[in-house]
């Protein structure tokens, strides 16, 4: 029986393997006659030639901007372009927003709210976590309007909410339904807040 190889498909992802900055060119405009570029002039002299033998992927074009504030304008891979005025920086300041400006994406700054703070193209094997789908489970949950927490804990198959202090709440017909009356207070089951 002869062993036949799987053919395999893979797709490529920034990061594995290798990286690619999305940056392509760093464009660093200046003055030679302003007060402005005094900074941007000694960055030029003295910080841009590490940067570009460490980052050999993005291509530096460097330009006179007469009569005009000194600027560092980035190209990124998806066509976007971000700009930085450095006028009055220092050189090491310049050196972090060129940087800045080399590690970044190209895409827009976005305000992250509260939903999906990370964005992979790969779910979650595990799926994603919620009090919701660990009812029962020894979960701290909320309990609505007054910001009182309780703590659930099952007990001979039923659960019992205890609150502030080791007091039960909504003691009642619940219990009794569920043969619980009679208290768990002493049992190690303690309210949190």
């Known amino acids: 029986?002869?062993?036949?190889?799987?053919?395999?498909?893979?797709?490529?992802?920034?990061?594995?393997?290798?990286?690619?900055?999305?940056?392509?060119?760093?464009?660093?405009h200046f003055c030679d006659w302003a007060g402005s570029?005094?900074?941007?002039?000694?960055?030029?002299?003295?910080?841009?030639?590490?940067?570009?033998?460490?980052?050999a992927s993005i291509t530096f074009h460097v330009s006179p901007r007469p009569h005009a504030h000194p600027l560092i304008r980035?190209?990124?891979?998806?066509?976007?372009?971000?700009?930085?005025?450095?006028?009055?920086?220092?050189?090491?300041?310049?050196?972090?927003?060129?940087?800045?400006l080399r590690d970044s994406s190209g895409e827009k700054n976005r305000r992250v709210k509260g939903g999906r703070v990370v964005r992979s193209l790969n779910e979650s094997v595990r799926g994603v976590w919620s009090a919701v789908h660990a009812v029962g489970k020894g979960v701290l949950e909320g309990k609505g309007e007054g910001d009182v927490w309780g703590f659930r804990a099952k007990e001979g198959g039923g659960e019992v909410v205890v609150g502030r202090g080791g007091k039960k709440r909504g003691a009642g017909r619940r219990e009794e339904e569920l043969g619980l009356v009679g208290g768990v207070e002493g049992e190690g089951v303690e309210g949190r807040r």
């Open 74 to 100: 980035g190209h990124y891979v998806n066509g976007a372009t971000k700009s930085i005025c450095v006028r009055n920086l220092s050189p090491s300041e310049i050196l972090k927003k060129a940087l800045l």
């Open 37 to 55: 570029s005094r900074g941007m002039n000694a960055f030029l002299t003295t910080h841009l030639p590490p940067l570009a033998t460490s980052s």
């Open 1 to 28: 029986m002869p062993v036949a190889a799987l053919e395999a498909v893979s797709t490529g992802r920034n990061g594995v393997g290798t990286f690619i900055h999305q940056c392509k060119r760093l464009d660093f």
